[in-house]
């Protein structure tokens, strides 16, 4: 019954930004680590960034270091991310996850959202 439902995506021109949410049901999200991953057609599902439970630790991967960023509302049990001067590579299905801690987060994490769909046009 855990769920987390991405919402926010949608077409955005190169340059422009984005802001992503995460709403989490069935679990609080005050108990877990945090994280986003993005999948392109035909290519794996990446690690983007994750957070740990308070928010006192962030990690990012260099492919969107500096130009997005991961946050939470544990009070509104809802996990963000903010994106900025967006790229036609960053075209994919963003989904968001929950882990035991932010190393689950990256090498495996406990829950995944749906996804939701990020098109950059060039």
């Known amino acids: 019954q855990v769920q987390l439902v991405e919402s926010g995506g949608g077409l955005v021109q190169a340059g422009g930004s984005l802001r992503l949410s995460c709403a989490a049901s069935g679990l609080s999200v005050n108990n877990y680590a945090m994280g986003w991953f993005r999948q392109a057609p035909g290519e794996e599902r990446k690690f983007l960034a994750s957070i740990s439970r308070f928010g006192g630790n962030t990690y990012y991967a260099d492919s969107v270091k500096g130009r997005f960023t991961i946050s939470r509302d544990n009070a509104k049990n809802t996990l963000y991310l903010q994106m900025n001067s967006l790229k036609a590579e960053d075209t994919a299905v963003y989904y968001c996850?929950?882990?035991?801690?932010?190393?689950?987060?990256?090498?495996?994490?406990?829950?995944w959202g749906q996804g939701t769909q990020v098109s950059v046009s060039s």
């Open positions: 996850a929950a882990g035991r801690n932010t190393a689950t987060i990256s090498t495996g994490p406990d829950y």
